[in-house]
Structures are given as C-alpha cells and as structure tokens.
C-alpha cells in the first residue's frame, strides 16, 4: 500500500493541468491510472486520444464540453456527478464550458502510464 500525498500541479502533455496521480511511478501500479486534472476557465485540451487504455471520468466541479470524433464533430456535456467512459483510440477535446470557473475531474485508466497521443489534424 502507499499513500500519494497532494503535488503541485503541472502541465500534462495533453494541454491540461494535473496534480497528484496513482500509477506506475507513484505507487508501484501494474493495470491502474488515476489523477485530479483541472482545466482552467476558458481553456481546453489538444486533440488527443489514449492508445492502449479505456478511461472512466468523474466530474467534481465545473462543466466540461467533450468533442469526439474523428474531426471533432460530435459534442457532449459533462457536469458534477457525471461519469464518462472513453473508450481507447477515441480522439477527444476536453474544454472548460466556463470562462470564470475551473473544472475538475478525476480521471481512472487501466494502464499504470499516462497514455495520450495527440492528433493535430483533428480540427
């Protein structure tokens, strides 16, 4: 067992903010990922999709928009108390649907890396 105490937030590769994770570096995990993320006002991650892994989110505060789809032509709302699956090779945006508040998710994978490809040609 290992507890993974609170870090500063930085950068994801994917354009979003993250802090604290469990995963193959933090806590030894072989099948599992789970983080905070938090997308500031008005912000919104790159085109991306997560390659060898399905994803399962939970909303916490805020609402988020997710657009899907090979060209990004599909949308969706999330709010607090949502949960979203997104299922491997699924390109995606997450944008803040606020320009004052954050919103925060909770984000679990079954692989123990964090697993995101962008996909400049999305948009």
Do not use: F
């Amino acid at each position: 067992m290992r507890v993974v105490k609170p870090e500063p937030e930085h950068e994801l590769p994917r354009g979003i903010v993250g802090g604290s994770e469990v995963s193959q570096a933090t806590a030894g995990a072989h099948n599992l990922y789970m983080r905070l993320c938090r997308v500031p006002p008005g912000a919104q991650s790159r085109p991306h999709y997560h390659e060898g892994c399905e994803s399962a989110c939970y909303m916490v505060s805020g609402r988020m928009r997710i657009r899907w789809g090979d060209h990004l032509e599909r949308e969706l709302l999330v709010e607090p108390g949502d949960m979203l699956y997104v299922p491997p090779r699924e390109t995606h945006v997450v944008e803040n649907a606020s320009d004052v508040e954050p919103a925060e998710y909770v984000v679990a994978r079954d692989s123990p890396t964090e697993d995101s490809v962008e996909v400049p040609w999305a948009e």
